[in-house]
């Protein structure tokens, strides 16, 4: 009926009925975000990149440098990876079922990260990489992306499951090849008698091709350590961790850390105002959108001038404001710019300079040890 109704039909896999029973829960429509993590794209061609808010990098510190799955990642990108709480255990009335259950966060954000949310999947379809900027907030504390669930878990489904089967000792009397469907309850254990693991990630685009590999001149070639975290993963469920730290060689990559330390404080210098202004337009916008829907049927001749004049006003303040906009994030490119041309040239003279230097120190040496040697030959 949604369908007919023009709806789009719910796309949610209803898995927090089975988190809950890990002590887990994802909320819907949930991702996590951090601006110190965010990357640069473009959302499609010919368009100018942008920081995409779920689009993140995540480093050495967003790892559990504790647990061999992590340990000795460098470097996984997710996008829109969703968000994983810990909650309380279904069906759990205890504090003993509580202390069975181990949740070990594996991947998280920064403690800049947060979550934030959309009203549907279709949302992203259409996605505006400069409004979900405006529209986070940094966090406090990391967001968690992925867990590892360790104990002896209960059944999702203590009471069983209902399935249909064909019953072949009725039939249909029109037509005996065709039977009849019945009902029939399946039941298991309701709890494990063993400890069970289990690895969950908020997001499954992070092993994507897009993701975790490049095409290349030789081919595909692996992008990050997106790969090695799920083989990881997998090795280290099946009992045996012996090609992991082969497998995750630590640190290979060498960040600017110095360009992005300059390009998050040009960033954060005209966050403020930038977020100001657009809150200005979103007023205007907004002023503008109810004075147009103020007009009563039968008045619009009466009251029409008013508020074309007041509509110009405030279409004036709106150019006025964008272009306010696109010169402080001009200023912030001028400043990015300056503050990297100072370091380069920085870096282009030190060298000459070194040698310079040198070449001055050692000139004065022969200098000083050549006047030695003529006032000895003198005295001689």
């Known amino acids: 009926r949604a ?84 909650a309380v255990i279904a069906d759990s009335n205890d504090q003993q079922g509580e202390a069975q259950i181990k949740r070990t966060p594996l991947l998280m954000t920064t403690a800049r990260g947060n979550s934030f949310s959309v009203s549907s999947p279709y949302e992203l379809m259409m996605l505006n990489p400069a409004s ?94 997106n790969a090695a975290l799920m083989l990881n993963a997998i090795e280290d469920l099946s009992g045996s961790s012996d090609l992991i730290s082969i497998r995750s060689r630590g640190n290979f990559r060498r960040p600017f850390t110095v360009i992005d330390r ?42 029409g001038s008013s508020i074309l004049q007041k509509r110009k006003d405030l279409e004036l303040k709106i150019h006025q404001a964008k272009r306010k906009l696109r010169q402080v994030k001009m200023n912030r490119r001028r400043l990015i710019e300056h503050k990297g041309n100072v370091l380069r040239n920085f870096n282009m003279l030190m060298a000459p300079a070194m040698i310079l230097i040198i070449a001055v120190v050692l000139g004065i040496r022969r200098s000083v040890k050549k006047r030695h040697y003529v006032s000895h030959t003198s005295n001689a």
Not at 44 to 67: M, V, W, Y
Not at 266 to 289: D, H, P, R, S
């Open 3 to 86: 369908m007919q109704m023009g709806a789009p039909s719910s796309q949610s896999s209803q898995l927090n009925q089975l988190l809950r029973t890990w002590g887990l829960e994802m909320p819907e429509n949930t991702f996590a975000g951090d601006r110190a993590l965010a990357l640069t794209a473009s959302i499609a061609k010919n368009h100018r990149p942008e920081k995409i808010i779920g689009f993140l990098a995540l480093t050495q510190d967003c790892f559990n440098s504790d647990n061999v799955i992590t340990a000795d990642l460098n470097r996984v990108r997710v996008l829109f990876a969703g968000v994983l709480r810990k």
């Open 132 to 225: 979900l900027m405006n529209k986070f907030y940094d966090g406090h504390e990391p967001v968690s992306m992925g867990y590892l669930v360790t104990g002896k878990f209960k059944s999702s489904f203590p009471d069983g499951i209902e399935i249909k089967v064909k019953d072949k000792s009725s039939s249909d009397a029109n037509d005996p090849n065709q039977s009849v469907e019945k009902t029939k309850r399946i039941t298991g254990l309701t709890q494990a008698q063993q400890d069970c693991a289990v690895v969950v990630f908020a997001d499954v685009d992070f092993i994507s091709d897009m993701l975790a590999y490049q095409d290349s001149f030789f081919g595909k070639t692996v992008v990050a350590d």
């Open 262 to 303: 300059i390009e998050q404080q040009a960033e954060a210098e005209t966050a403020e105002e930038e977020a100001k202004i657009n809150a200005e337009i979103a007023g205007f916008q907004n002023e503008l959108k109810s004075i147009l829907t103020s007009a009563k049927n039968g008045e619009e001749e009466v009251i």
